[in-house]
């Protein structure tokens, strides 16, 4: 079971990125999705998640409306846009999935 995070870097604020989490060794049609991230000094906290069943997702407060989670079964990876960022986004992104972890990929958004 592997997870790969990818399509970090450094963005203006206001900017967009698209991060992907491709999975191997195991299907993600029949899981739950979940983006976290952590930035640094801070505790990891929940960004948006994406149901197995009937695609309903969440997000977190701070990213709604400005983040989206999808997923593509056929490729299996699950996606993560995020559009009008912050430097408060600064962080590094994971994916999760049945409680495995990918390694983070990380966002800057800075001038």
């Known amino acids: 079971v592997q997870l790969v995070e990818s399509g970090g870097g450094l963005v203006q604020p206001g900017g967009s990125l698209r991060l992907s989490c491709a999975a191997s060794?195991?299907?993600?049609?029949?899981?739950?999705i979940h983006w976290f991230r952590q930035a640094p000094g801070k505790e990891r906290e929940g960004v948006s998640c994406i149901s197995s069943t009937d695609g309903s997702t969440y997000y977190a407060d701070s990213v709604k409306g400005r983040f989206t989670i999808s997923r593509d079964n056929a490729k299996n990876t699950v996606y993560l846009h995020m559009n009008s960022l912050k430097p408060e986004d600064t962080a590094v992104y994971y994916c999760?999935?049945?409680?495995?972890w990918g390694q983070g990929t990380q966002v800057t958004v800075s001038s």
């Open positions: 060794g195991f299907t993600l049609d029949y899981y739950a």
């Open positions: 999760n999935v049945a409680g495995s």
